[in-house]
């Protein structure tokens, strides 16, 4: 898929940070998008940023937590467009609290938008995606997903869920016309956290002052220029940025080891980030 003019990419989450990135990215490159949020407005914004450069987008609301509200997503998109040709399964929200404080609640919502969005999104899209010439799936993990963070458990177990369902489809179409690409973003200057429905106010505030300053931090926009290239030359991983290939390198050279050897580090940096 080295020229991606005229294709159509669904992108959810595509209201902010890595997904309005992405569109914006994909649209540049004469991608029609339909962008998908569960916020209307935020999806209004980024269809008008890609109109108004010039560029072919749709607004479509769906919760990806639900199957039902993705299968009417799936029938939008198509009535919209008539065909799919790349699929970005990227909406997620993100967790922190320790591990006695975290009820099942937070679980369900986490691994509800997290997981089950992207299994929804991509068993929903799949027989259209194979029925293309060519096609490319991407689904959004993070460095989470590489290395379990403290903390975090529902956020980790999700994307840990993400990397174990991509790789086991990339084994299964590594024959066939279908790209896909698992994304392993580290630490990203986006609203994530901020807009975290589990997270206190005061927790927020403070990660978001510190992510925003910090100068190894990657924009959504990096991330979203990897993705493409991703996509035009079927690569299978991303890393995006040194934390994650940090995290990658780390657990590949400590294996079981890693969880006692990195868990100081880890605890230490979280503490400096929330000021606690």
């Not at 990215?25 to 339909?34: H, I």
């Not at 991509?122 to 010439?133: A, D, E, G, Q, Y």
């Not at 790209?179 to 200057?189: F, L, M, N, W």
Request: glycine fraction near 10%; aromatic fraction near 6%.
């Amino acid at each position: 898929m080295k020229n991606l003019t005229g294709k159509v990419a669904v992108v959810t989450g595509g209201g902010s940070g890595i997904g309005r990135a992405t569109c914006l990215a994909l649209a540049r490159e004469g991608v029609s998008v339909a962008v998908c949020d569960v916020l209307a407005e935020a999806a209004k914004e980024t269809v008008a940023l890609i109109v108004g450069a010039g560029g072919s987008a749709s607004v479509h609301v769906a919760d990806v937590s639900s199957e039902d509200a993705v299968r009417e997503m799936y029938a939008s998109v198509l009535a919209e467009h008539g065909v799919v040709d790349i699929l970005v399964n990227n909406a997620g929200i993100i967790n922190s609290s320790p591990s006695r404080e975290t009820d099942l609640d937070a679980y369900r919502l986490v691994l509800g938008i997290n997981l089950w969005g992207p299994i929804y999104g991509t068993t929903v899209f799949l027989p259209h995606l194979l029925s293309r010439p060519e096609a490319h799936l991407v689904n959004v993990s993070s460095y989470a997903g590489l290395m379990g963070m403290p903390e975090m458990v529902p956020y980790s177990t999700s994307k840990f869920g993400i990397r174990g369902f991509t790789e086991a489809l990339q084994m299964e179409f590594h024959k066939t016309s279908l790209g896909i690409t698992a994304v392993y973003p580290g630490a990203t200057k986006t609203g994530l956290m901020s807009n975290s429905p589990t997270m206190p106010e005061s927790m927020k505030d403070a990660f978001t002052k510190n992510l925003m300053a910090s100068k190894s931090a990657t924009t959504p926009e990096q991330v979203a220029a990897a993705i493409v290239v991703a996509i035009k030359k079927r690569r299978r991983r991303v890393l995006g940025g040194t934390d994650t290939k940090g995290v990658d390198a780390a657990t590949r050279l400590l294996a079981g080891l890693y969880p006692t050897v990195m868990a100081p580090a880890l605890k230490k940096m979280l503490n400096d980030v929330f000021n606690v």
